[in-house]
Every structure is written in structure tokens, then in C-alpha cells.
């Protein structure tokens, strides 16, 4: 069974940093690229960025690039994303999802975790 | 960039009634959207990619069509476990893009 936990999230004041873990289970994680969305409370899906299986190419949403930094470790099976200069727009549910296909990156997202929760205020 | 605009923004039903939600591209996007469902503190559920292909599990009542700037995705019969919310999602180039969302609820 395809399991993604995440953890990481929490209260951070603006302008601090965090970084989200995703711990994968139940498949062959370093055969697919894995993927981070969020959501704001009560909004809808943002896809935050992207990076392939072997972890070389990483992809971001053009508002986040240089904000974010997205990686991974194959060895342990996990997925991070690394977050800096937060602000409180930067609040949501932070959801690690997985890609469908062993060949794409940032295209369909076939199991997704439960997600961590990031609150940027002071 | 392209963007996803979904119609209607909430959607009152009854069990039994076909549903037809609409997600507009603001240019041509061939056949590259899926369609996923979430339902309240839950992550997201891929239902179709591109625009028509079901995902394993899902219901045959899902259905998705479409091509270039028009797609839809259609519940044949509404049953009780659809009452959620629904994205459609646009995807090329190592970038993806959601529509804001339409939400089903109980007539």
C-alpha cells in the first residue's frame, strides 16, 4: 500500500524557515518524481514544485522560485521541501503527492499524503 | 500562463441527477487535464487524466471530455459519496496548474 506521511509543519514567524519532510512507502520511490502542492485554509490547489526521480531536475511555480527549494533522498525514501523568507501568504496545507507516471514530472498525481500544516504568523 | 477557470464555482444536486462541471483553458491545451475530487480534510483523489481516461477505481459514472480551451467532467448518476469538491488541473511543461475548484453539494 502507497503510504506518504509528512511532517515538518508548524508555526513559524514571517520571514523564518522550515523545511517539510515526506517519508514514502509501498513502492519504488526512486523510480517516480514526486511533487509538492498546498492549500490555503478554505482555497484551493496550488502546485508548488516538482523534481524528477534521480533528484537533478527540480521544477517550481514561477511566484516560488528562489523561495523554495525542493529534494530528495532516495536512500531513505523521502521528499523535502525546504521553505525560507515565509510569509503569511505562504500559510496552508502543505500536500506531498506522487507522480502517476514513472516518465513525467508535474503532470497527474495518483496518491497524496495527508498533509502538514504551515502557519505564518507572528 | 494558462489559466484554469471552472463553472459553476458550487453546484446544488440531488442523488440521481447528472452533473456537468466545466473547466476553461485561456489557451489551446490539447488533451493535457485531469480532474480530481476532495472532500472536506482530505488530501485530493485523481479521477481522470487526459481529459478521458479513468483512473483505476473510479467509478464508471466519471467521465471527462473535451479538448483544446473546453472540457467537462460529467457524473452520470449522483450518488452520496460525490457530494465534494472538484479541480480540474492543466498540466505541460514541468508545471501544473488547478482551476479555483467547484464544489457539489445537496440540493
Known amino acids: 500500500e502507497v503510504q506518504l506521511l509528512e511532517s515538518g509543519g508548524g508555526l513559524v514567524q514571517p520571514g523564518g524557515s522550515l523545511r517539510l519532510s515526506c517519508a514514502a512507502s509501498?513502492?519504488?520511490?526512486?523510480?517516480?518524481?514526486m511533487n509538492w502542492v498546498r492549500q490555503a485554509p478554505g482555497k484551493g490547489l496550488e502546485w508548488v514544485s516538482g523534481?524528477?526521480?534521480?533528484?537533478?531536475?527540480?521544477y517550481y511555480a514561477e511566484a516560488l522560485k528562489g523561495q523554495f527549494t525542493i529534494s530528495r533522498d532516495n536512500s531513505k525514501n523521502t521528499l523535502y521541501l525546504q521553505m525560507n523568507n515565509l510569509r503569511a501568504e505562504d500559510t496552508a496545507i502543505y500536500y506531498c503527492?506522487?507522480?502517476?507516471?514513472?516518465?513525467?514530472?508535474?503532470?497527474?498525481?495518483?496518491?497524496w499524503g495527508q498533509g502538514t500544516l504551515v502557519t505564518v504568523s507572528s | 500562463d494558462i489559466q484554469m477557470t471552472q463553472s459553476p464555482s458550487t453546484l446544488s444536486a440531488s442523488v440521481g441527477d447528472r452533473v456537468t462541471i466545466t473547466c476553461r483553458a485561456s489557451?489551446?491545451?490539447?488533451?493535457?487535464l485531469a480532474w480530481y475530487q476532495q472532500k472536506p480534510g482530505k488530501p485530493p483523489k485523481l479521477l481522470i487524466y487526459?481529459?478521458?481516461s479513468l483512473e483505476s477505481g473510479v467509478p464508471s459514472r466519471f467521465s471527462g471530455s473535451g479538448s483544446g480551451t473546453e472540457f467537462t467532467l460529467t457524473i452520470g448518476s449522483l450518488q452520496p459519496d460525490d457530494f465534494a469538491t472538484y479541480y480540474c488541473?492543466?498540466?505541460?511543461?514541468?508545471?501544473?496548474?488547478f482551476g479555483q475548484g467547484t464544489k457539489v453539494e445537496i440540493k
Open positions: 489557451q489551446n491545451i490539447k488533451f493535457w
Open positions: 503527492a506522487k507522480e502517476r507516471f514513472m516518465t513525467t514530472v508535474a503532470d497527474n498525481f495518483d496518491y
Open positions: 509501498g513502492f519504488s520511490f526512486s523510480a517516480y518524481a
Open positions: 488541473q492543466h498540466y505541460v511543461g514541468y508545471s501544473a496548474t
Open positions: 523534481i524528477s526521480k534521480s533528484g537533478v531536475n527540480t
Open positions: 487526459e481529459t478521458s
